[in-house]
């Protein structure tokens, strides 16, 4: 090559140097400006990121994105806490194993609800299903769901709120109205029998202090005949005046005066008993009915028992033998005296309804026990009705929870029973059952304590 | 185009012919850019075709045998440049079926300015494949050209017959590759 070719290819090179590295300057100046552009929307993304995060942990339900193969592809705190279910295990899995078996159906048809709300740019229709914990837990919740094209793929996302509290909180609610409005009833029906029986005592009163006087008067007029007789028998005797005792003896014959003197007594006798049998049951009823008595007060519990089944006689009378083997040292106990009363008679009576349920001949029996077991008052029923089934066993306590026929029973009598004695009174009930031998239920009540006792005495 | 396939086209003419029949041809052409390229820069096509009718009267060859001619020399050169796209492949076919996907995708990543052509390869048996070159620069004779240098890199015998163009254009070409029993 000779001197002036390598001259002319020198001054290229030397211009194609140039270019080159004005080439590559601009590019490297090029691919800081992208690389700053990305790191900058990096981080924005990422704060959105966390911004979104936050706001899906912070939402009170659980929130699911789900992906056209039913898989859970993105999920928040409160779906990992509501199904108790690690987030790792969330992700992958498929949402309907969230629901309990039932509810799968429904939660399918809520996905074709979510188009239906797709269209109508509606997103409030929430559908009542029941969620499942990991540990096998049901618990009721509402669902909604809406379906969203995102990068040309569709997915769902699925809102389960956890609505067990706010169920519980309703029906406790309407388990205290119900309680209430049960004993605003037994209150007024207390009231009004104790002014009844009020209003009854006085004329017995009466009757009886009458009958009183009856018996001795009658005692007196028979004195009286009795010296009446001896007179006619001596006229007979001595033949005067024959006419006139002659009328007097058709008279004493035509009254059958002997059997008078004989049942004129018994008569007012079994009225006296009658009347005594009517002011016992009306003190009964005003002892039972105690309207307004809020506060516990020390109750002999035997006595109480006593006053119930004479109010509830006509309960059992007919279908039962009530026999009571009552511990007479047992001491008095704190007692809310009108929820006792109640709770005695709603047990007599189911006692009385299982007796007649087993559909016998013969009348049953209801034993009523009383005893002390250390600090433990203990009231037993039992009966010989039908019994429970094992698997009623479980419900017995449950409110409106019955087996009777319609108009029988509200369901409410054991459900009060058990409320009232275990969180009232701070005692225990229990039930032992054999089908078609009977029932025994055990009340226990605790007694106070030697001190208290002392002090309340 | 890229700057890679201007220079390797002066080098060629300096070793298939003299350094002085280069600098002669650059000096009658007088492109724009005068012939100072670096293979990472961008040219105008057209100084390659100017550049190739001046060698063409140079040498009383004709230009479409010089393109192809280059486009042979310049397989193995690109082969030099960039080993990595050949490595693990054993035939033409193969490579070629690649091409667009994987080596000229490779060079707009590089470049983004890059315009390869688009080469779509359509198999037709195990003896048989058709390839389609379309772009507007009309370098047809170089991809045949390149083409042979491929199928020579892989020693292989296959016969490239160049269809009748189906416009006057000269923006879409059709080969028809048949290997030889
Ligand atoms: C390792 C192999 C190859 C590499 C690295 C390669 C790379 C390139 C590069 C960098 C360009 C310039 C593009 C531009 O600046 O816009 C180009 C153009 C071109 N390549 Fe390839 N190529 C290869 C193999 C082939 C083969 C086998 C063919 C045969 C069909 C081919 C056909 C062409 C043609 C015809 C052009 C000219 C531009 C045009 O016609 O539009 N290339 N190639």
């Known amino acids: 090559m000779d001197a002036d070719v390598l001259k ?33 929307s990096a981080q924005q993304i990422k704060a959105q990121s966390q911004q979104v995060q936050a706001v899906l942990d912070h939402a009170m339900a659980a929130i699911f994105l789900v992906d056209e193969n039913e898989q859970i592809i993105r999920a928040n705190r409160i779906a990992e806490l509501t199904f108790e279910t690690a987030m790792d295990d969330l992700l992958g899995m498929n949402l309907f194993e969230l629901f309990s078996a039932d509810a799968r159906e429904a939660a399918r048809k809520c996905d074709a609800v979510s188009e239906l709300n797709q269209e109508m740019n509606t997103s409030d229709k929430t559908i009542e299903l029941t969620g499942q914990r990991k540990g096998g837990a049901t ?8 379906e969203l094209d995102l990068d040309g793929s569709s997915f769902t996302v699925w809102i389960c709120k956890d609505v067990s509290s706010r169920k519980q909180a309703e029906e406790e609610r309407a388990k205290l109205e119900r309680e209430l409005a049960q004993s605003q ?14 209003e009854i005592n006085t ?60 049942e004129v007594p018994s008569s007012i006798e079994q009225t006296l008993d009658g009347v005594s049998r009517v002011s016992k049951i009306v003190t009964a009823v005003k002892e039972f009915s105690h309207p307004g008595t809020a506060e516990k007060s020390l109750v002999d519990l035997n006595k109480a028992i006593e006053t119930t089944l004479t109010v509830a006689r006509n309960e059992w009378k007919y279908l039962a033998e009530v026999e009571t083997d009552f511990d007479d040292a047992l ?26 349920s087993k559909k016998e001949e013969a009348l049953g029996k209801i034993t009523i026990k009383t005893a002390q077991r250390e600090r433990m008052a203990e009231i037993s029923i039992s009966d010989s009705g039908c019994g429970i089934s094992p698997e009623h066993k479980k419900q017995i306590f449950d409110p409106f929870f019955t087996t009777k026929g319609v108009g029988k029973g509200t369901g409410q009598g054991l459900s009060i029973a058990y409320a009232s004695i275990t969180q009232k009174h701070g005692g225990t009930i229990s039930v032992d059952s054999t089908p078609d031998v009977g029932t025994t239920f055990t009340i226990r009540l605790p007694l106070p304590d030697e001190t208290n006792l002392k002090e309340a005495v | 185009m890229k700057g890679i396939i201007f220079t390797e086209f ?12 280069t600098e002669r041809i650059i000096e009658r052409a007088n492109v724009p850019s005068g012939c100072a390229y670096t293979t990472i820069g961008t040219y105008d096509h057209r100084e390659l075709v100017q ?30 440049a960039y080993p990595r796209f050949l490595s693990g492949i054993k035939d033409a076919f193969t490579f070629l079926e690649g091409l667009e996907t994987i080596v000229h995708q490779e060079v707009r990543k590089l470049y983004s300015d890059a315009k390869p052509p688009r080469i779509i390869c359509t198999r037709d048996g195990e003896q048989r494949m058709e390839v389609l070159y379309e772009s507007e620069r009309c370098l047809a ?19 490239v017959r160049q269809e009748d163009a189906e416009d006057e254009s000269g923006q879409r070409v059709r080969f028809l590759l048949t290997k030889q029993a």
């Open chain 2, 141 to 159: 004779d170089a991809a045949h050209g390149l083409l042979l240098g491929c199928i020579d890199y892989f020693g292989e015998e296959i016969d």
């Open chain 1, 203 to 262: 004329p017995v009163q009466y009757v009886s202090d009458n009958c009183h006087f009856l018996r001795d008067a009658f005692a007196d007029l028979v004195a009286v005949l009795a010296a009446q007789n001896d007179l006619l028998e001596a006229a007979e005797a001595a033949g005067v005046l024959s006419e006139a005792v002659a009328k007097v003896r058709k008279s004493q014959d035509e009254a059958d005066l002997d059997f008078l003197k004989e």
């Open chain 1, 185 to 198: 009833k037994l209150e007024s029906l207390g009231t009004l029998a104790s002014g009844i029986a009020h």
């Open chain 1, 331 to 356: 001491p008095p106990v704190p007692c809310l005296p009108g929820e006792f009363n109640q709770v005695i008679l709603n047990m007599v009576i189911n006692a009385a309804h299982a007796i007649e």
């Open chain 1, 8 to 40: 002319k290819r020198l001054a290229r090179e030397k211009i194609a140097r140039r270019q080159a590295e004005s080439l590559l300057e601009t590019k490297s100046r090029d691919l800081f400006l992208a690389s700053e552009q990305v790191t900058k």
């Open chain 2, 10 to 21: 002066l080098e060629m003419v300096d070793t298939k012919f003299t350094p002085e029949t």
């Open chain 1, 139 to 146: 618990f009721p919740m509402e669902l909604a769901a809406t």
């Open chain 2, 51 to 80: 550049l190739v009718v001046e060698l063409s009267k140079e040498t009383g060859t004709n230009v479409p045998d010089l393109v192809r001619t280059y486009g042979f020399y310049l397989f193995e050169r690109l082969v030099r």
